[in-house]
């Protein structure tokens, strides 16, 4: 395939993909918090224990930013930090239990949505979604680290 046709199907797909995020993340954190703190808490969710770098790299923050958001985020008792016995100088942060079930609230509302828009799909196009994921995952978003 040229590989010029294939980035302008990436470009439409991660256009599409966003899109579709915000479709079905849409009033899906709590009052409580800001936009950006819901960022914060939806990576750590998929991604903890992150450290703080790893935050402001991925939120396209800086650090002085992300420290702030992440000492709010600690004050509501959404996030905690905490070292390594093999580094006591590198800090980790991971959701607390309040944070946690915070954002499991909000990934069953969000699976909820998606489940909705896959409900008429058939199971060949299910089999196919899940393996096209899995593709996607392992050769275009995996972190190459």
């Not at 849409?26 to 703190?37: L, R, W, Y």
């Not at 915070?102 to 196919?128: P, V």
Request: glycine fraction near 2%; aromatic fraction near 6%; hydrophobic fraction near 35%.
């Amino acid at each position: 395939m040229d590989k010029r046709v294939l980035f302008q199907k990436f470009v439409a797909f991660t256009t599409a993909v966003h899109e579709v995020t915000n479709e079905i993340t849409t009033d899906v954190k709590s009052d409580t918090i800001t936009p950006v703190q819901y960022h914060i808490l939806e990576y750590l969710a998929v991604s903890q224990p992150v450290t703080l770098s790893q935050i402001s790299d991925c939120q396209h923050m800086s650090m002085p930013n992300t420290s702030r958001e992440l000492r709010k985020l600690s004050e509501k008792n959404l996030c905690e930090k905490f070292a390594v016995p093999e580094d006591r100088r590198k800090q980790y942060i991971r959701l607390s239990q309040e944070g946690q079930a915070m954002m499991n609230q909000a990934f069953h509302h969000i699976e909820t949505r998606f489940l909705q828009r896959i409900q008429d799909t058939s199971e060949e196009d299910l089999e196919q979604i899940g393996l096209a994921l899995d593709v996607l995952h392992s050769k275009v978003f995996h972190s190459g680290k």
